[in-house]
């Protein structure tokens, strides 16, 4: 079997609910990284049972720590970026091999289409999408961006149509729960930058998050479930604001 010739990495933590679909969409490639953090479930086990999956532990050192670290482990000269509750689509993996074989870019942006409550969005909404494609040896990550990390390409970038989807956000539980942890650590970088809290941004930041949200990236075609998802996406940038003023008042 002819393997594509490109280098997978994932960190894990406790993500064997989606982590064999996830492995399943990338069999065909030659290698996959994982580093985890100290899973207790059966992330290992299901690891392991893939022949081209190679799993190491590495105690936590941040999500931008973490992840170069296990890009550091890949040998082939692209590597693709997935978390461990994402699979990868036929058509992006058939647009990655394209780009390996007609090497004239160095990276794709991809589209993350998040898998709300079941269930995924509609055609018209805008996805979120990132770099998570790309040749290592033209690309780093931001290390001043230490949530929502992002690989910088200093080359040339094309966009990719094919998705990834992501399965982690099963529960309005679960995204409440992530976005509660993620706006302690966004707040927390911007108080290490020194930025200061605005009252104005505190109190205009909850409606125009949902403006854009269910507006302007048109979650407001995904139905009950686009209003509750804008909603809780309003609510996490007020958040961080909310927390910026909370860490400057107890300085």
Aim: net charge positive.
């Amino acid at each position: 079997m002819n393997r594509i010739p490109c280098s997978v990495y994932i960190i894990t933590l406790n993500c064997g609910r989606w982590l064999e679909q996830t492995l399943e969409s990338v069999r065909d490639f030659a290698e996959v990284i994982i580093l985890d953090s100290g899973s207790t479930d059966n992330t290992y086990q299901i690891a392991k049972s893939f022949d081209n999956v190679k799993i190491s532990h590495q105690h936590w050192l941040g999500y931008v720590g973490q992840k170069k670290l296990a890009l550091a482990q890949c040998k082939y000269p692209w590597a693709l970026n997935l978390d461990g509750d994402e699979v990868l689509s036929d058509e992006l993996k058939a647009q990655i091999v394209s780009t390996i074989q007609d090497n004239k870019v160095d990276g794709l942006i991809t589209p993350i289409n998040d898998i709300f409550l079941g269930m995924g969005n509609n055609k018209f909404t805008k996805k979120h999408a990132k770099v998570r494609f790309f040749r290592k040896a033209k690309a780093h990550y931001d290390a001043s961006n230490q949530v929502h990390e992002n690989i910088i390409v200093d080359g040339q970038v094309a966009s990719a149509t094919g998705d990834i989807y992501h399965y982690g956000e099963s529960s309005i539980y679960i995204k409440v729960q992530k976005n509660n942890h993620y706006s302690e650590l966004k707040a927390k970088e911007k108080f290490e930058k020194n930025k200061r809290p605005s009252l104005v941004k505190l109190v205009c930041i909850m409606p125009l998050a949902f403006f854009k949200s269910y507006i302007i990236r048109r979650s407001c075609l995904n139905g009950w479930r686009g209003f509750v998802n804008s909603m809780i996406n309003a609510f996490y940038a007020f958040l961080k604001e909310a927390k910026l003023f909370e860490k400057h008042l107890k300085k």
